[in-house]
């Protein structure tokens, strides 16, 4: 049976874009132009794209081919974690778009917010975690709080990695906030816990002091 998604859509969060949802061929064989990608080429898909990902340069052509691969396979939904999966991939090709920056942060949270829903019901969810590589709900939430980092906002991007525990990037978010003070208060507080080598380096840019940079490199090792 199919499973719904909250797949956003360009006209979504655009109003009067030029861009297209998806390319528009002019001229397209009878035998493709509705052809629906079953749950195993979806699979194959979202797991070519991975080894894309690991073996090419993060560059536009690239993004565009992942854009191409997974519009094919948004037709329709048939396991929520392997439709989730290609809406992550898309994601993650458009987040350096200005165009389409906004969606891919809304699409991002969206599957965040999906994962405590109580359908469907985790075994439908996790017969292909495997195959298609899916991200831990934190490794999603991670990737939101970079993508809005990279966006510019700063203190969204801080408040999720204080929910995360990532206490360098925390650091890092207060002082480029400038708030200085903060950042330096929170890094002696988590120091005091114990030594952590990315503390130790967030504690170095922020203080400019060498002794906070060589500290890490001989508790890292």
Known sequence: RPVHHQNLKIDDVLFDSHLLEKPLIHVEEENFKDYKVCIYDQIYVAALLNEYKKSFAD???LREEIKA??????????NWLVFSKLLIHRSLAEDKNSKTVERALLQIKSICDQHNDREPIPFERSIYAFCTDYPYIWANKRKYADMWMNFGSTMTAFDIYNELEIWDEAIT?????GKTQKAKDLAFEKLKQGPDPAILVALGELTKEEKYFKEALEISN
């Open 59 to 61: 560059e536009e052509l």
């Open 69 to 78: 691969f997974t519009t094919k396979c948004f037709s329709t939904s048939f």
């Open 173 to 177: 978010c207060l002082f480029i906030a």
